[in-house]
C-alpha cells in the first residue's frame, strides 16, 4: 500500500500548482483522502479532505476559496489545485487517507487516520 504524491514546486506568490496523489494497492473509493501540509517550524495541518462516500469535501478555512480537492476515479487520483498561492503556503504537503469513506466533519480540524505518502514540497517566493 503505498501513496505517491507529486506536483510541487517553486511558484511565485499569486501563482498555481497541482498536486496529485495516486495511491496503488487500493482505490480512492476505498478512504476519503485529502491532504495535511507542514511548514518549517510549524505542526502539520489538515488542508482538505474528500469523502469516498459521497465526494463531498473539506476545506480549512486558512486556504478556501484558495484551494480545491477534486477526485478522478478513472484515474485513481487525488488532486489539489494551488490558486493565489502565499508565502505562507511554504510547506511540504502530504497526502493520507482516513479510515472511513467519511471525512472529519470539522473542516478546522481535519485528521487522517489511515496511510501516509511521502511528502511534496511546495515553495512560494519571488
Known amino acids: 500500500v503505498q501513496l505517491q504524491a507529486s506536483g510541487g514546486g517553486l511558484v511565485q506568490p499569486g501563482g498555481s500548482l497541482r498536486l496529485s496523489c495516486a495511491p496503488s494497492?487500493?482505490?480512492?473509493?476505498?478512504?476519503?483522502i485529502g491532504w495535511y501540509r507542514q511548514a518549517p517550524g510549524k505542526e502539520y495541518e489538515g488542508v482538505s479532505c474528500?469523502?469516498?462516500?459521497?465526494?463531498?469535501?473539506s476545506i480549512a478555512d486558512s486556504v478556501k476559496g484558495r484551494f480545491t480537492i477534486s477526485s478522478d476515479n478513472a484515474k485513481n487520483t487525488v488532486y489539489l489545485q494551488l490558486n493565489s498561492l502565499k508565502p505562507e503556503d511554504t510547506a511540504v504537503y502530504y497526502c493520507?487517507?482516513?479510515?472511513?469513506?467519511?471525512?472529519?466533519?470539522?473542516?478546522?480540524?481535519?485528521?487522517?487516520?489511515?496511510?501516509w505518502g511521502q511528502g511534496t514540497q511546495v515553495t512560494v517566493s519571488s
Open positions: 494497492g487500493f482505490t480512492v473509493d476505498d478512504y476519503a
Open positions: 474528500i469523502s469516498s462516500s459521497d465526494g463531498s469535501t
Open positions: 493520507a487517507t482516513h479510515d472511513s469513506p467519511h471525512c472529519p466533519p470539522d473542516n478546522n480540524n481535519i485528521y487522517f487516520h489511515g496511510y
